[in-house]
């Protein structure tokens, strides 16, 4: 079947939008329904051989940033890539502006993608930020944040290509909360093959005492005990 975008919009409506709000309220992420088939998985991962599809290949362990590997797609995204990324952005939009608004910032973000990363290439972030991610075993990232420039999207999404127990073992995704005067608080997440999770890319509000504050979150993953763990990284903003 051609994944079309059309196709992509009905699997992202499948999803309770209402309960993922909520559970980035609570936890600054939050799992979708089923976006990809396990072929459509297996075909995307596939991809990763696919040099000329990429326009550059991060070596973790090189840059100090943990063991594994990721390349960066170029603009000419694949077409589950573009579609999905595509629906996505209008379910995640009400979160984006509502979090903005709870922390007195601007909501810069038009109602559709095409818009947005207008306004991010005219800022001169015009580089592909979406990712295919490979690790095998031992491999691992460390927290981290993907803020690359002045424009930024509060809200991304990881899919899981590979089988969590069957294919790899180990490799669950790790958020780390900042929380104000009080010990950081870690979350560990075993991702669903063809499911996704939507997550914080750099902060959340979080009640306090004079109404809402920032709470700084990072990501990574934990050490791959066995197996192969393959996963996409979708990003609402470009890179400069």
Known sequence: MEFTAAEAARRVARTDWSALAAGLDEHGSAPTGPLLTARECADLAALYDEPELFRTTVDLAGHRFGAGEYRYFTHDLPAPVAALRAALYPCLLPVARDW??????????????????????????????????????????????????????????????????????????????????????????????????????????????????????RHGVSTVRSGHRRTLGLVFHDAA
């Open 100 to 217: 903005a608004a709870r922390l007195g910032r601007p909501a810069p973000w038009p109602d559709s993608l095409a818009q947005w990363l207008e306004r991010c290439h005219a800022a001169g972030q015009d580089r592909s930020a979406q990712i295919l991610l490979r690790y095998g075993p031992g491999d691992w990232n460390a927290l981290h944040r993907d803020v690359f420039g002045e424009l930024v999207f509060p809200l991304q999404v990881v899919i899981a290509l590979d089988a969590y127990g069957t294919d790899y073992t180990g490799g669950e995704f790790l958020t780390v909360e900042q929380r104000p005067r009080a010990q950081s608080r870690g979350t560990a997440t075993a991702l669903d093959q063809g499911h996704g999770l939507v997550f914080t890319t750099r902060d959340r509000p979080v009640p306090s005492r004079r109404g809402w504050s920032a709470g700084a979150m």
